[in-house]
Structures are given as structure tokens and as C-alpha cells.
T-cell receptor, first 111, second 115 residues
Framework: TQLLEQSPQFLSIQEGENLTVYCNSSSVFSSLQWYRQEPGEGPVLLVT???GGEVKKLKRLTFQFGDARKDSSLHITAAQPGDTGLYLCAGALGGNYQLIWGAGTKLIIKP | GAVVSQHPSRVICKSGTSVKIECRSLDFQATTMFWYRQFPKQSLMLMAT?????????EQGVEKDKFLINHASLTLSTLTVTSAHPEDSSFYICSARYLGDYGYTFGSGTRLTVV
């Protein structure tokens, strides 16, 4: 069974604080994607990481892919209320294009 | 680019009726589309993989006869929920792989309520 464990599942913090979301697996992924989903909407792709050890930055968001391509993290610096949403990680095993999804992290940033 | 348009966004139907959900890739050809179901506050659950011109591949536990998938062209896939029951009420989302970006683009989802 291919699993992608995402933690924490719920996080509520004050504006200005930093946070990190983790996704871990025993499977090796050809790529790993991070999505953000608003209520009643489909997920929106934030970033794709492909190379082991890769780090990508998107303004205050920093994404890292583990050296072995089994894990990834999302770090948000100085969180804003606009960052509130459901964050999902998804790993691609390659070939069949199917994604293995994390359980999601419900993030609430309080003003 | 890489936009998937999903319709309708919301539908309410009576028990026993059928509902069709459409997913169109607007600016690219999607040979493969994925249909997901999402329960409140939960992650996405893959229901089936839709391949243009061939039969869909269903995940274990998903009833093929209840969730009919048709992928007749490179830009359109449909999911029909047949003989809907209240337990079929959920948020259904389609997606397609956008080859140029190692990512998947998603439709905006359909909120199905069966009464």
C-alpha cells in the first residue's frame, strides 16, 4: 500500500507566525506536488518538486523535496490570514500518472 | 494555460435520478483525466482514471455501473451518477495532467446533493 502521511492535519496559528507542514512516505516519487484548496473549489497547484534535495520558493512559501524523494515539506514564513486553506501534498509514482494524496492540512491563520 | 472547466458547479437531484458532470480541457488535450470524490474536510479519493477512446479504470470499491465515465474526445470527459442516492452526495472533482508542468490541473468541482 502506497501511503503519503501528511502532518499536521489541522493547524491554527496567529498572523505572523511560521509553520511547517510535512509529507512522508516509504515510496520514492518521481515528483511531488503541493496544492492549496479553498472551500467549494478544486485544488490549485502551488509547486512541483522533482529533484532530490530540491528547494523551491514561492514568496513566503518554501518547499523542499527530500534527498531520497520520499518526503517533502512546506514552510510558510510570517503567515497571513490569506494563507488560510487546505494544503494537500501529492506524490507521483511515474508512468501511470496517478497521484498518491496526503490527508491534507487544514490551516487557519488568525488575524 | 492548462484550464479544466467542470460543470455544473452545484446540482441537487432527487433520489433515483441520474446526474451528468462534464469536464472539459479548454486549452490543451487531455488523453487522461481523473475523477475524484472528496468528503468534507478530507483529502481527495480517486474514483477512476478516464482514458480517451477506451474504458475507464476504476479504483477498488467504486461501482462501474453506478459511476459511468465516458471520455469520447481529447477535451471532454463525463461522469454520470446513475440512480443517485443520498449517500452519493459529495464533492466530485476532475483533473488532467498538464504534461508541460509536471502538475495536474483541476476542475472547480461539482457539489452533488441527492434528496
Amino acid at each position: 500500500t502506497q501511503l503519503l502521511e501528511q502532518s499536521p492535519q489541522f493547524l491554527s496559528i496567529q498572523e505572523g507566525e511560521n509553520l511547517t507542514v510535512y509529507c512522508n512516505s516509504s515510496s520514492v516519487f518521481s515528483s511531488l506536488q503541493w496544492y492549496r484548496q479553498e472551500p467549494g473549489e478544486g485544488p490549485v497547484l502551488l509547486v512541483t518538486v522533482v529533484t532530490g534535495g530540491e528547494v523551491k520558493k514561492l514568496k513566503r512559501l518554501t518547499f523542499q523535496f527530500g534527498d531520497a524523494r520520499k518526503d517533502s515539506s512546506l514552510h510558510i514564513t510570517a503567515a497571513q490570514p490569506g494563507d488560510t486553506g487546505l494544503y494537500l501534498c501529492a506524490g507521483a509514482l511515474g508512468g501511470n500518472y496517478q497521484l498518491i494524496w496526503g490527508a491534507g492540512t487544514k490551516l487557519i491563520i488568525k488575524p | 494555460g492548462a484550464v479544466v472547466s467542470q460543470h455544473p458547479s452545484r446540482v441537487i437531484c432527487k433520489s433515483g435520478t441520474s446526474v451528468k458532470i462534464e469536464c472539459r480541457s479548454l486549452d490543451f488535450q487531455a488523453t487522461t483525466m481523473f475523477w475524484y470524490r472528496q468528503f468534507p474536510k478530507q483529502s481527495l479519493m480517486l474514483m477512476a482514471t478516464s482514458n480517451e477512446g477506451s474504458k475507464a479504470t476504476y479504483e477498488q470499491g467504486v461501482e462501474k455501473d453506478k459511476f459511468l465515465i465516458n471520455h469520447a474526445s481529447l477535451t471532454l470527459s463525463t461522469l454520470t451518477v446513475t440512480s443517485a442516492h443520498p449517500e452519493d452526495s459529495s464533492f466530485y472533482i476532475c483533473s488532467a495532467r498538464y504534461l508541460g508542468d509536471y502538475g495536474y490541473t483541476f476542475g472547480s468541482g461539482t457539489r452533488l446533493t441527492v434528496v
